[in-house]
């Protein structure tokens, strides 16, 4: 399952960084929750999930981000057809520095295509309010 997943999400990195939206979301399962910065994020159609990927990518853009790399996948299978997916990205600028550094987890299911649920961003969370 592991290198099915590896092909996967290296395709996944591919049309991300290239900004395609679409393609993306050609990925992607509808409803779709995203969860960034601990607030789930509920996207109940594929025109707002193309607009959620769509903004995501030119803020990458923005940053300077040329591409993707796949660090390492950590796969918790779930049966033949589904999976929780953690994978650890290094996003670089076309001149190799680091834009960042992050873990995504994501929940798949499957295989034949693979295709997204929803992810979480293992983003930090901010400091809680008093």
């Given at each position: 399952m592991t290198g099915n997943l590896s092909y996967f999400f290296e395709r996944y990195a591919e049309r991300y960084m290239a900004g395609d939206a679409y393609a993306v979301a050609d990925m992607c399962e509808v409803p779709f929750t995203a969860v960034r910065s601990g607030s789930p994020i509920h996207l109940g159609d594929r025109e707002a999930l193309v607009d959620h990927l769509a903004g995501l990518m030119a803020a990458y853009r923005a940053a300077g981000a040329a591409a993707a790399d796949v660090v390492d996948l950590d796969v918790l299978e779930q049966g033949e057809g589904a999976a929780i997916v953690t994978v650890h990205w290094h996003v670089r600028a076309a001149d190799g520095a680091a834009v960042r550094d992050f873990r995504?987890?994501?929940?798949?299911?499957?295989?034949?295509?693979?295709?997204?649920?929803?992810?979480?961003?293992h983003d930090p969370l901010p400091p809680a309010q008093p």
């Open positions: 995504t987890s994501y929940q798949l299911v499957g295989p034949q295509p693979w295709r997204i649920l929803g992810y979480v961003n």
